[in-house]
């Protein structure tokens, strides 16, 4: 008796809008996971810049902190409205818009003469990737049709995504050290051209949606205003309490923003989120879990940088040479992932990568003063590795699978905003938690200043680990085994 095949569990991911022009599906893989890469690069690119910068354009920390966050913040807050434009314009010129917008403000940043012309221009950055990053995903269901080759070339943006935000650090301490802090972002500019110049030889040019080309300002205005008072408020928080007229008075405001979204979003006639489209068990799901994990993820990167410089005493190239043990492990474990979830579907791959990633963090909470790299690091680096390779690729193939083709923008876009946000709030989060604990410490032991950094971290990754935590019981709760996905929400 022939043995039962393995079901197909990826075949209701989006397949191809209506298309025109030659298609050559390999070589736009390879352009949009350049794409891809250089988003997520941007992220992780600073971070072991940062004291550089810091010092040579005058910074103090709170400064050196948005030189991220305004990055992460506004490419956060933008991604919704830059997956409906996608959905509504045509995917591909959105796409390209978005490539030379980023390139640009690259070339700015790299030119930045003061930190409030670098801040400025890193929010910039961070609309040209809000623009083009929901376009990625959608642009490889429409070029890879087939269910068994999209699964693939999902792995392999997986794989690159999680490359990109690991091999920032490296790439950041190699530029830092040899050819200076503008290199890290004029590194995107050559990437950014090639794209430009070979994707619309490579790609199909997408029928944009027959539907009114109306686009919902006050939702993303609404929902950015939100986060960046959020994230200005957590940031503030060591310096001023939390009781501080300026804290909980941008906390508040915050919220109410956030509160004003929902209701602009409920009654807008063509809004940026469609509440109905979180309907959707499976995006709803992986909104959430992904949300919750890319909390923690995105800020352990960057603490991981600044602990091994400030306490082990790493220069920013061996920094990224240690953490690069995971960059490997990322990439290998997306290749496992893309072979084996057409089998198992996205959960049981999803809730072992959360794990790893829960067991690493809470191995960063115990890290030593003065540890060895081969006994204290590596063993968590590699699980954090593998965390992240599991659950970037299931994250996205499980948001994605019931989808409508004509809202994949959208909902890439709710994908990627998650990301985002959990991102941005989360490195705000770590960074009051660290200071806080470190500042606690430090009035009862004035003269132990190590020490004082060594517990402030330890608080740090213990919340982070917490969050690792909720992700795995979002998931659990999520994504059950029998659960069946609903018909795809209008």
């Known amino acids: 008796m022939a043995a039962k095949p393995a079901p197909d569990h990826t075949s209701t991911i989006p397949g191809p809008a209506t298309t025109s022009g030659r298609r050559q599906p390999t070589a736009a893989l390879v352009l949009l996971c350049l794409a891809q890469f ?4 941007d992220v992780s690119i600073v971070n072991v810049a940062l004291p550089t910068i810091g010092t040579q354009l005058h910074l103090a920390d709170v400064g050196i902190d948005w030189v991220v966050n305004a990055y ?9 409205l830059g997956g409906r434009t996608g959905d509504l314009l045509g995917r591909r010129r959105t796409f390209l818009t978005g490539v030379a917008l980023f390139t640009l403000a690259s070339l700015g940043c790299g030119l930045a003469a003061t930190g ?35 699964a693939r070339a999902i792995g392999i943006w997986g794989a690159i995504s999680g ?3 690991g091999a920032g650090m490296l790439l950041g301490g190699i530029l830092t050290s040899t050819a200076g802090w503008p290199w890290v972002f004029y590194v995107n500019i050559p990437v950014g051209l090639l794209i430009l110049a070979a994707l619309p030889r490579v790609t199909t040019r997408s029928t944009p949606a027959a539907a009114p080309r109306t686009f919902d300002a006050p939702g993303a205005l609404t929902v950015t205003g939100a986060l960046l008072l959020l994230v200005y408020g957590l940031s503030q928080a060591p310096e001023h309490g939390w009781a501080s007229p300026a804290v909980a008075g941008c906390l508040a405001a915050g919220a109410a923003l956030l509160a004003a979204f929902v209701r602009i979003e409920a009654h807008a006639a063509q809004p940026l989120l469609p509440l109905p489209l979180l309907r959707i068990p499976s995006l709803r799901g992986a909104a959430i879990c992904g949300g919750l994990l890319y909390t923690g993820a995105f800020a352990v990167w960057v603490q991981i940088a600044v602990y091994l410089q400030r306490l082990w005493h790493y220069s920013a190239v061996r920094t990224g040479l240690a953490i690069l043990i995971c960059n490997i492990a990322i990439v290998l474990a997306a290749r496992l992932t893309q072979r084996y979830i057409p089998r198992t579907g996205p959960r049981p791959l999803l809730l072992t990568g959360i794990v790893c990633l829960a067991l690493a963090t809470a191995a960063y909470a115990r890290l030593p003063l003065h540890g060895s790299y081969a006994v204290d ?16 690729v299931t994250v996205a193939a499980a948001g994605m699978s019931d989808v409508p083709a004509d809202r994949s923008g959208t909902a890439s876009g709710i994908l990627n905003t998650t990301r985002q946000i959990g991102g941005a709030i989360g490195l705000a989060l770590a960074g009051t938690v660290a200071a806080a604990g470190t500042s606690s410490y430090t009035h009862h032991h004035p003269t132990q200043t190590d020490a004082a950094l060594l517990h402030g971290y330890h608080l740090s990754f213990a919340l982070l680990a917490a969050l690792a935590v909720a992700a795995l019981l979002a998931a659990i709760t999520l994504f059950r085994p029998t659960n069946r996905t609903s018909a795809a929400a209008r």
């Not at 250089?38 to 690069?41: G, I, K």
């Not at 992460?72 to 919704?80: D, K, N, R, S, T």
């Not at 690091?377 to 970037?392: E, I, M, Q, R, V």
């Open 72 to 80: 992460a913040v506004v490419f956060g807050g933008f991604l919704l």
């Open 377 to 392: 690091l590596l063993a968590p680096l590699l699980l954090n590795g593998l965390g992240l390779g599991l659950t970037s």
């Open 116 to 150: 409030t012309e670098l801040i400025a221009l890193r929010a910039a950055a961070g609309f040209g990737a809000a623009v083009m990053a929901p376009a990625v995903l959608s642009l490889i269901a429409e070029n890879f049709p087939e269910p068994h080759e999209r």
């Open 163 to 165: 490359l990109g935000s």
């Open 38 to 41: 250089m988003v997520l690069l």
